[in-house]
């Protein structure tokens, strides 16, 4: 259930107490799965950090918001989630969206994939699930990400932040692809991997915008 649909605040994206209380009307949860994971990649995001010293400020941000998951289960003990005995799980960040589709599907087995912008420190994930298990065979890692791409092109058209997105997915319908050489240029495809051109791009400095002003 999303929070914004009961506290009427467009794109939240706090802790959802208000889903988790009323989601747990017919009883409360022995398990409580967070998908965020801090400790997902974690030598991978050490190694980027340590490398470019012009992003420990940001760096630290994250490092801060880490923090803040972490301490997801004492927030919801506080807020009469679950009980005594529930187990909280963090679960790396595009697994869960593979979880989510897979489990809740009527299929024994099935591809499955999820695109994001990021997550976890991956933009892309991908394997195969199978009776109770879902075994990852891929996934593309930061920098390089489809939704931040897409993100970019909705603020190049104007809309704001993270642009509206379902609004251009609407208006595509109408469109003729007279670009298709120039988007080329901003992304593509090597084997199983999703490569950016990042001299469009900003994000790798901070993510409060996509486009960079090239």
């Not at 050490?46 to 803040?68: C, E, Y």
Request: overall charge positive; proline content about 5%.
């Amino acid at each position: 259930m999303e929070e914004e649909r009961l506290n009427r605040i467009k794109h939240w994206a706090g802790l959802p107490l208000e889903s988790a209380l009323s989601c747990q009307s017919a009883g409360r949860p022995d398990h409580i799965a967070i998908s965020r994971d801090p400790k997902a990649n974690i030598a991978r995001k050490v190694l980027r950090v340590a490398s470019s010293p012009g992003r420990w400020t940001s760096a630290f941000g994250r490092a801060k918001n880490s923090v803040q998951v972490s301490g997801v289960g004492k927030a919801l003990r506080e807020a009469g989630v679950g009980h005594e005995r529930t187990r909280l799980h963090f679960v790396e960040h595009h697994r869960a969206h593979l979880a989510s589709a897979f489990f809740c599907s009527p299929f024994d087995e099935a591809a499955v994939v999820s695109i994001d912008g990021f997550g976890d420190f991956s933009s892309v994930m991908w394997g195969v699930g199978g009776g109770n298990k879902i075994e990852v065979r891929g996934s593309v890692r930061f920098p390089h990400s489809l939704g931040l791409f897409y993100t970019a092109f909705t603020q190049f058209l104007g809309f704001p932040k993270y642009g509206d997105e379902y609004k251009m997915m609407g208006l595509s319908a109408y469109g003729e692809p007279r670009f298709t050489q120039q988007v080329r240029d901003v992304v593509r495809t090597e084997e199983d991997q999703v490569r950016l051109n990042l001299d469009y791009f900003n994000y790798p400095v901070g993510l409060s915008s996509a486009l960079s002003p090239r």
